[in-house]
């Protein structure tokens, strides 16, 4: 059982077999099979350690930030939340992972929804959503681990749907798929984006800056530079002492520098694994849906659409940013019950990827109107399941995703009817 979770929780692996089989099946010779299939491991692991470097760093950023603006409330982590949630659930939460990957296929097999969902760090946390909430009511494990499985499996297969008219668009393809259970949130930037379809010509991308703001057109420089004024605000603001902590052996003003570059490194790191891993992965899974899916397509996670509007992103990072933060001075003037801090990690993948959806439809102004709207709910739903998970022992930490929440809403209120 623990090989098999662990392997299930491991994407690289899990995309290098499936890399292996499609070429198996497509009769390459040994070595273009064992090169694809390393590539595969090899460029999706590149990928992660880019998302983990870009992650620490914002992390830092947060901790920064709250302390130097006072802001006291809980961080929306799924990473913290699913920490607490294994520890008392691991037998639930780990069958539930287990049996929504099988569900997963088998909704693709027999339905339309042709979609793999290969971010197993994300069906990881939805399969902690679903136990808790499902376990909250008293349903016996074996009861939760199926009903739990199966509403895994749908959504990892359907949810990806909403959001392929706009990859189509995006990606210029019908061969890849989004997978990051923000995916309700996505499609609604890019319905919002379409409120502005008459100014679509006027990507992000062809923002014309001033000469003296030409650095913008090269992307790395664009989010060194504004991710170099984040830090330094937000390092300023928290003081010399707190900076000094984190930092470590770093002077305190060399910190902020060290950890903006540090992001743009990893950006760069990313996007290069995200070339390498996506090229190998799509030829291979071609032959796998021919043979035992047809017409099928993995659902990756979101940085695989950050080269098709690098700028979008940054642009819907700091619009769902701002959002979360509007977010909170209305929980605080309106004394709401918790107060929702935004994570800086998940504005800026969750963000930027609306930011992409709504400029693909609605140009710049999409982007900005599509990324603050996701930004809003990402803030607003997770104080609604809160005290559902506070009842069984989650203190201090909750899931902000929007599909977690508004498919996670609608079962508390359908168990609440039999209940």
């Not at 743009?264 to 070339?275: D, H, Q, W």
């Not at 022992?393 to 899931?399: A, I, P, R, V, W």
């Amino acid at each position: 059982m623990d090989f098999i979770i662990s392997f299930l929780s491991t994407p690289a692996i899990l995309l290098g077999i499936v890399a292996f089989v499609g070429l198996v099946a497509q009769k390459k010779t040994g070595t273009e099979i064992l090169t694809g299939t390393f590539k595969t491991i090899i460029g999706f692991m590149v990928f992660s350690a880019g998302g983990a470097l870009m992650t620490g760093a914002l992390q830092n950023f947060n901790k920064l930030f709250q302390t130097g603006f006072n802001i006291v409330g809980v961080v929306a982590s799924p990473e913290a939340a699913t920490a607490m949630a294994q520890e008392q659930y691991a037998l639930v939460t780990s069958c539930t992972l287990i049996l929504g990957f099988i569900m997963n296929l088998i909704f693709a097999r027999i339905t339309p929804m042709k979609n793999i969902f290969f971010t197993t760090g994300h069906s990881l946390f939805f399969a902690c959503v679903l136990s808790l909430i499902i376990k909250s009511h008293g349903i016996s494990d074996v009861a939760a681990i199926i009903l739990g499985g199966t509403i895994l499996g749908f959504c990892s297969a359907a949810l990806p749907q909403l959001c392929q008219p706009f990859m189509r668009k995006i990606t210029g393809s019908d061969d890849v798929a989004i997978g990051h259970f923000n995916m309700i949130g996505y499609s609604l930037s890019g319905y919002i984006g379409k409120i502005f379809s008459k100014h679509e010509d006027k990507s992000t991308e062809h923002i014309n800056f001033p000469k003296w703001l030409s650095f913008f057109r090269d992307f790395l420089m664009g989010v060194a530079v504004i991710m170099l004024i984040l830090f330094y605000v937000s390092a300023l603001k928290a003081g010399r002492e707190v900076t000094q902590e984190l930092s470590g052996t770093t002077h305190w003003l060399v910190f902020p520098m060290i950890q903006a570059f540090t992001f743009t490194a990893g950006m760069s790191i990313l996007m290069t694994g995200v070339r390498m891993f996506l090229a190998e992965i799509t030829a291979a899974f071609v032959s796998i849906s021919e043979k035992f899916i047809p017409n099928s397509r993995p659902a990756l996670d979101v940085p695989t659409v950050f080269p098709y509007a690098p700028t979008a992103v940054i642009v819907g990072f700091l619009s769902a940013y701002a959002a979360g933060l509007v977010g909170v001075a209305i929980m605080v003037i309106f004394k709401f019950p918790i107060v929702i801090i935004p994570a800086a990690h998940i504005c800026f993948f969750s963000g930027g990827t609306a930011g992409v959806f709504g400029n693909s439809t609605g140009g710049w102004r999409g982007a900005v109107a599509g990324s603050f709207i996701v930004g809003l709910l990402l803030a607003f739903l997770p104080t609604i399941l809160y005290p559902v998970y506070g009842s069984m022992g989650l203190e201090g930490s909750t899931f902000p995703n929007i599909d977690y929440n508004v498919i996670g809403i609608f079962i508390e209120k359908v168990l609440n009817l039999f209940s």
